[in-house]
Nanobody, 127 residues
Framework: QVQLVESGGGLVQAGGSLRLSCAAS????????MGWFRQAPGKEREFVATINWTGGSTDYADSVKGRFAISRDNAKNLAYLQMNSLKPEDTAVYYCAARRSPFSATMTRVPSLYGHWGQGTQVTVSS
C-alpha cells in the first residue's frame, strides 16, 4: 500500500523558511514523479512544484519560483520542498503527491494525474 507522509509544516514569520519532507513507502520511488500542491481555505488546490524521477528536471508555479526548491533523495525515498522568503499568501495545507512515470522526463501540474497523495501539513506564515 502506497503511503506518503508529509512533515515539517508549522508557523513562521514572513521572510522565514521551512523545509517540508515527504516520506514515501509501498512503491518503487524511482518510478514516480513527485509533486507538491497546496490548498488555502476557500480556494482550490493549486500546483506548487514538481520533480521528475531522477531529480534532474523541475517545474514551479510562478508564485513560488525563485523562493521554493523541490528536491528528492531516491536512496531514502524522500522528497523535499525548501521554502524561503515565505509570505502570508503562502499559508495553506501543503500536500505531497506521486505520479507513476517510470523513466520519464515528463512532468505535470495537473492534480488529477497524480495517483497518490499525502494527508497534508499546515504551513502558516504570519505577517
Amino acid at each position: 500500500q502506497v503511503q506518503l507522509v508529509e512533515s515539517g509544516g508549522g508557523l513562521v514569520q514572513a521572510g522565514g523558511s521551512l523545509r517540508l519532507s515527504c516520506a514515501a513507502s509501498g512503491l518503487t520511488f524511482t518510478h514516480y514523479g513527485m509533486g507538491w500542491f497546496r490548498q488555502a481555505p476557500g480556494k482550490e488546490r493549486e500546483f506548487v512544484a514538481t520533480i521528475n524521477w531522477t531529480g534532474g528536471s523541475t517545474d514551479y508555479a510562478d508564485s513560488v519560483k525563485g523562493r521554493f526548491a523541490i528536491s528528492r533523495d531516491n536512496a531514502k525515498n524522500l522528497a523535499y520542498l525548501q521554502m524561503n522568503s515565505l509570505k502570508p499568501e503562502d499559508t495553506a495545507v501543503y500536500y505531497c503527491a506521486a505520479r507513476r512515470s517510470p523513466f520519464s522526463a515528463t512532468m505535470t501540474r495537473v492534480p488529477s494525474l497524480y495517483g497518490h497523495w499525502g494527508q497534508g501539513t499546515q504551513v502558516t506564515v504570519s505577517s
